[in-house]
């Protein structure tokens, strides 16, 4: 690199007790907020920054409204109310007047705002019996800085770590870096200049520095793009590497078995199923093995995309794979994949005719040993075409004679261990084709991100001819049960969800029991109610859906082991009790069980809100049924922690950047990194990116990412 400044690696390696100011009793309290390095600590950024250009004085403050202050502190009472909360009273004052602060039930305050201390505080003015206060102000002690912008740190009580502490050593920790050679910045100068982005000094004073908001904009900017420029370049490299590093088998899609299966179909297929069975076919043509994920709401015709995809690989001579989480889910699958092929027929040229029935198999744990001796036979002579199982298909001992494809539903992960499994299906080395289906959809810049190795296909489209699903938020019950009642006479059939009482199965399994019996013996006497949960075996789970399937069901009363894939197009309710207890996902899971026939559904969600966030999201459910709208609606209200719940456990490197309010440059990002590696993916010229994701993605997301 031409300009040899100092990297972040050379940072990553150099204790902060190398800082002047840094005793050990000080690194020991900065290494409980993990901070241990020169880099950890100059990537601690402000939470916020105070503009003191704001900044007013008592005198000019006015009731009502929100200001800013510089003031001293003059005296400090504490009082226990009588519900013995305590109430810190603190008289404040500048040249232009004084005023009382009051905090409610934070006693530490009296500690913190000793007399005569400067602080500056922010809040609204009001009046209380004929005096100015503010109640529960921010409150920042700022020391003896100055400067337009403040920065403000996290602090940590524990830690015993200040705003002021942090500022101290950081700033110390920069001018050490700037004063010999500045930070190196491995972004080379054409993506800097294409993107405005400044360069990784300025960045990095800037952020902790700043002249004006301004500053710290354009900081923001480049240090988010290096953040997330470093997940990108690690997913992409990686799966670019295992494209060139595995051999696949290079499939015909275009052949007459998805033509024939094409034109049989009672319907024609959407515009989206047409782009996804185009971006697919496209994969299976290539000598390299496919790795996709197809995303696509319930009911978005995923099915279809996917026998397709299998047919042309049967085309070849090749065999396919469909596993579903669970057997009764495999089950189902397989009953609609055999309806959906068995007018299709593969050439055989041993056969009379030239041509056989594709044949279709379900392999399951409920299948007697002695025909899983045959099937596992047959499987490893070619003379199945297509079995359906569950996820476990691929982890035992069954070996194909010609596995080219696998198609996964409903499993989000399909990771490195289980890849290697499927390339020891193949006695000749080669690698099957993956697709992964699931009708979880999360936003496109998340799903970058988390399945940033994986191409991604959208199915963003419905079938014609839905008719949507009403969905009602009730907060009694009534409603709900009299709309199973007039279905049920109607010959329809409903879902009762049962509410989810915590993460623990045998708790929730209780509560099923409690409302099955409720309902059974009290609110619908006369229908035909069973119950299904975890715990029950999975024989007798497969008779219960099967009589449900055959309407011999009118009300199923259930856990969440129904939030996938079940299909019966019979079933037009679909109650949730507790709905606020569940996350938007899994209603909206929930809710895709109905409206998958000709006649109009509704969904009741039943109880209150619980919590603020609990009314958003059961609002957010009665006005829309587009998965995606919603994974965007989950996104904002829990942030992050929806998609990368693993990862916010310890460090990571996503410190600035937000999958949410950074959209845009996760983008950006993903496209340059497609660039840099497509035209040199070792990384080779770009030594100092190199090394950095080495250092910082190590033992974090790196590793999350990639596992499975
Ligand atoms: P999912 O994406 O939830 O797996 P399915 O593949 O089960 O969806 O399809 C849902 C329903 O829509 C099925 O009954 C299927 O027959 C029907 N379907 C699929 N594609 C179309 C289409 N292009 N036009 C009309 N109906 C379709
Ligand atoms: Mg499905």
């Not at 524990?158 to 910045?185: P, Y």
């Not at 319930?298 to 989480?325: I, N, R, W, Y």
């Not at 099967?546 to 011999?552: A, I, L, P, T, Y």
Request: hydrophobic share 40%; charged share 25%; glycine share 6%.
């Amino acid at each position: 690199m031409a300009d040899a400044g100092v990297t972040l690696k050379e940072l990553k390696e150099r204790p902060v007790t190398d800082l002047h100011g840094v005793n050990s009793r000080k690194a020991e309290m900065l290494q409980k907020i993990e901070v241990i390095s020169v880099l950890d600590l100059i990537t601690v950024y402000p939470r916020r920054y105070i503009d003191r250009s704001k900044q007013t004085t008592i005198g000019d403050l006015t009731v009502g409204e929100e200001g800013m202050v510089l003031v001293a502190v003059s005296k400090v009472t504490t009082r226990r109310m009588r519900n013995r909360r305590s109430l810190v009273e603190v008289t404040v004052k500048d040249e232009t007047g004084q005023m009382r602060l009051v905090f409610f039930n934070q006693p530490w305050r009296s500690k913190q705002l000793s007399e005569d201390k400067e602080i500056i505080i922010f809040g609204r003015l009001d009046q209380y019996q004929g005096n100015n206060q503010m109640t529960n102000p921010v409150v920042d002690l700022v020391g003896d800085r100055t400067g337009r912008i403040v920065a403000v740190y996290p602090q940590s009580e524990v830690a015993g770590v200040q705003s002021w502490d942090l500022d101290t050593l950081i700033a110390e920790a920069l001018r050490r870096v700037m004063k010999v050679r500045g930070f190196e910045d491995p972004v080379p100068k054409e993506i800097r200049e294409s993107y405005r982005l400044v360069d990784r000094s300025t960045a990095f004073l800037q952020i902790h520095r700043p002249g004006s908001m301004q500053e710290v904009a354009e900081a923001r900017r480049r240090l988010v793009f290096d953040e997330l420029l470093r997940i990108q370049l690690e997913l992409v490299q990686r799966k670019v590497q295992l494209e060139r590093s595995t051999k696949g088998i290079s499939h015909n899609p275009s052949g007459v078995l998805t033509t024939v299966f094409h034109e049989q179909l009672p319907y024609v297929l959407t515009d989206a199923q047409k782009r996804v069975i185009d971006e697919i076919s496209a994969d299976l043509k290539k000598d390299s093995p496919m790795h996709r994920l197809l995303q696509g709401d319930v009911g978005s015709g995923k099915t279809v995309v996917a026998v397709t995809a299998l047919l042309s690989v049967v085309q070849g001579g090749h065999q396919g794979a469909f596993m579903a989480p669970t057997e009764v889910l495999a089950e189902q699958h397989y009953l609609g994949i055999s309806e959906l092929l068995q007018n299709v027929n593969v050439e055989d040229d041993s056969t009379l005719l030239g041509q056989r029935p594709l044949r279709v198999e379900l392999l399951t744990s409920s299948v007697s040993l002695t025909q899983r001796k045959t099937m596992v036979e047959k499987l490893a002579n070619g003379s199945i075409d297509i079995v359906v199982g569950t996820h476990a298909l691929i982890q035992n001992e069954i070996s194909f004679s010609s596995l080219g494809i696998v198609v996964i539903d409903e499993q989000h992960r399909f990771g490195v261990d289980q890849r290697a499994a499927l390339r020891e299906k193949q006695s000749d080395g080669m690698v099957p084709d993956v697709l992964v289906m699931t009708a979880t959809p999360i936003p496109r810049t998340a799903a970058m991100t988390v399945y940033g190795d994986l191409d991604v296909s959208i199915l963003d489209e419905m079938p014609l001819g839905r008719i949507p699903i009403e969905t009602l938020w009730i907060t009694e019950e009534q409603a709900a049960w009299a709309s199973i009642c007039g279905e049920v006479r109607e010959g329809r059939q409903a879902y009762v969800v049962c509410p989810l009482i915590d993460e623990s199965d045998s708790l929730n399994v209780r509560s099923a029991e409690e409302t099955f019996t409720r309902l059974s013996n009290e609110v619908f006497p006369d229908l035909r109610v069973e119950l299904l949960h975890g715990r029950i075996k999975t024989n007798e789970k497969n008779h219960i859906m099967e009589k449900f399937r055959q309407g011999e069901v009118d009300v199923l009363v259930a856990t969440t082991v129904i939030e996938v894939g079940v299909d019966v197009p019979n079933a037009t309710v679909m109650v949730v009790l507790d709905a606020y207890r569940f996350g938007i996902a899994q209603l909206h899971q929930l809710r895709g069980r109905v409206g998958r026939g000709s006649s109009s559904s509704t969904c009741f969600l039943v109880g209150d809100a619980g919590t603020a966030v609990g009314e958003e999201r059961l609002k957010a459910l009665v006005q829309t049924t587009d998965g995606f709208e919603l994974a965007e609606v989950d996104l904002e209200l829990r942030g992050e922690g929806t998609i990368m719940a693993d990862r916010q456990k310890g460090r990571n490197d996503l410190r600035l950047a937000s999958l949410r309010r950074d959209r845009e440059w996760v983008e950006i990002a993903r496209e340059v990194a497609l660039e840099i590696v497509d035209e040199d993916p070792d990384l080779n010229n770009y030594q100092g990116l190199k090394k950095e994701i080495s250092v910082v993605l190590k033992e974090s997301d790196g590793e999350y990412l990639l596992r499975s």
